[in-house]
């Protein structure tokens, strides 16, 4: 599967944004989805995971409470709303699929995407 990260962007601090994956090739509704950022200096961190029905989401404790994970069968995309970012929330943020479930490990997940940059101003 081929994963299509979008919707970075430059904003400031308590503004909201909404990132995008659009997944083609296989079957999009047999994976599970992540999404992990990476901030300058620092390690991939783990952020978001959903299930492939969507009916089963898992947050890091950093994001849980103001980013929602959700997707859209129909469109093969999955959508992480991001609300009240805050200027450690910089970072780029790549999407993963993979076909075991709810991974929170980077290197468990077997597709990833080209990343998109965040950017939140203080």
């Known amino acids: 599967v081929q994963l299509q990260a979008s919707g970075g962007g430059l904003v400031q601090a308590g503004s909201s944004l909404r990132l995008s994956c659009a997944a083609s090739?296989?079957?999009?509704?047999?994976?599970?989805m992540g999404w992990f950022r990476q901030a300058p200096g620092k390690e991939r961190e783990f952020v978001a995971a959903?299930?492939?029905?969507?009916?089963?989401?898992y947050y890091a404790d950093s994001v849980k409470g103001r980013f929602t994970l959700s997707r859209d069968t129909a469109k093969n995309t999955v959508y992480l709303q991001m609300n009240s970012l805050k200027p450690e929330d910089t970072a780029v943020y790549y999407c993963?699929?993979?076909?075991?479930?709810?991974?929170?490990?980077?290197?468990?997940?077997?597709?990833w995407g080209q990343g998109t940059e965040v950017t939140v101003s203080s």
């Open positions: 993963a699929a993979d076909s075991r479930a709810l991974l929170t490990k980077s290197y468990e997940y077997h597709y």
């Open positions: 090739g296989r079957t999009f509704s047999s994976y599970d």
């Open positions: 959903i299930s492939r029905s969507g009916g089963s989401t």
